[in-house]
């Protein structure tokens, strides 16, 4: 049977911008499994009650409901063993889990006020309220606010990535020598800029660029070619 | 032969703050090795000239010179790869360099903020004029001016381990199960804290309180035991 996995989608059904459910979609494609990424919108709280959910990722995997992109990849080692591992151990996963707070809290929160603006523009119109409303209470301020300044903004995410670059240049991925898990959930962030924003976040000579070129490639183009910008060179 | 490991001292032989030295000693605890950490101050570049370096950690066993602590644990799992490892593998070295770099740009560059004056106020006499000149030329400020307002430093401080604080109350280390190299990079941190200054870092309630009670302790409190001030509870 195949895997089905709820997948936030904005005004087209094939612009899959959260940075989540690329984690999710990545970690399968890791494990050459099969799956179904069926559209899902803010307001779609109906579709994925049966999870106990309000947001994606939700994945489906026969009688299995795993909600939570982290709890996912764990899922996925667990019922698929045979299959290429997310963590090479039990300390990487360890340590992956302080990559993913760091992310969560450091680049994610500098990136959404790079594209917010972005986000909100392309959106499916049926989510508009709700994103302004829920979001405008998160940050205290509206969405034009939030989103004010975004040179500055886009410098400070720069600088956030400061931390990733010496082990890009020392290495070919986050962990080291092929793709795993932590590069999935540093290139969410990307994937969730690059299907919804034209901006441009980082310059060719980035060790960050070269990567996040490999990341695309992977599996065929398979995220190069989801509805998105392109990456300029 | 003895490894011989030249250390950071204070006024006194027995203060050891560095946070890489630290480090390099964890390691060689962990490692199970015995070392003699012979006294060191900035001052004495001509005792390490033979290894090329004007810093320390410089390790010294039998022919070999290792410098840098970062090169010194990859040496020791290499040297001694019958000994319990340092790293899991590859992916988790890779991720160790992430988190070193973390360390070194979010809480170093905070904590130092913290504990400056209390730096100056406990290194050997002969080291206060190049402390105060390098630290000067580097900060563009005064020492006086880089330590002022303690009470929102340490708060810058306390905020900038936030990533942590969910991983700890997931795991017991910061390599999971067990303490790894990870851990060590942060505790240098915290070390170089406890044996320079009467700051009260954390409090009690603090999942990372809990986890440096449990390097404190480890090896029969041999960090506990290192000339310092207390951890109060």
């Known amino acids: 049977m195949t895997i ?3 997948d936030l989608a904005g005004s087209e059904d094939d612009r899959r911008f959260s940075p989540y459910c690329w984690r ?4 399968l494609k890791h494990k050459g499994l099969e799956f179904e990424a069926v ?4 307001t779609d709280k109906d579709a994925i009650a049966f999870s106990g959910q309000k947001l994606v990722p939700v994945l489906v995997d026969g009688g299995h409901t795993v909600y939570d992109s982290w709890n996912i990849a764990l899922y996925l080692d667990e019922a698929y063993p045979q299959r290429p591992g997310l963590f090479e151990g039990y300390e990487s996963r360890a340590l992956c889990e302080f990559f993913s707070q760091w992310a969560f809290r450091t680049l994610h929160s500098s990136l959404f006020k790079v594209i917010v603006l972005d ?4 959106i499916h119109e049926k989510d ?3 994103f302004r409303e829920s979001r405008e209470k998160r940050f205290g301020m509206t969405l034009e606010e939030f989103g004010a300044e975004p040179k500055q903004k886009l410098a400070d995410f ?8 010496p082990v890009l ?6 962990s080291g020598k092929g793709p795993g898990y932590a590069d999935y959930i540093l290139f969410g962030a990307f994937q969730w800029a690059r299907t919804i924003s034209p901006i441009r976040l980082l310059e060719p000579e980035d060790p960050l660029f070269a990567w996040r070129e490999r990341l695309l490639g992977l599996w065929g183009n398979y995220a190069r070619e989801a509805k998105g910008f392109p990456v300029w060179a």
């Open 4 to 6: 089905t996995l709820f």
């Open 24 to 27: 999710a979609k990545m970690a």
């Open 39 to 42: 559209p899902w919108r803010f």
């Open 119 to 122: 986000i909100f523009a392309r």
């Open 128 to 130: 508009r309220a709700y």
């Open 158 to 165: 720069r600088g956030a990535l400061e931390p990733l670059r």
């Open 169 to 174: 240049v020392q290495h070919q991925f986050v």
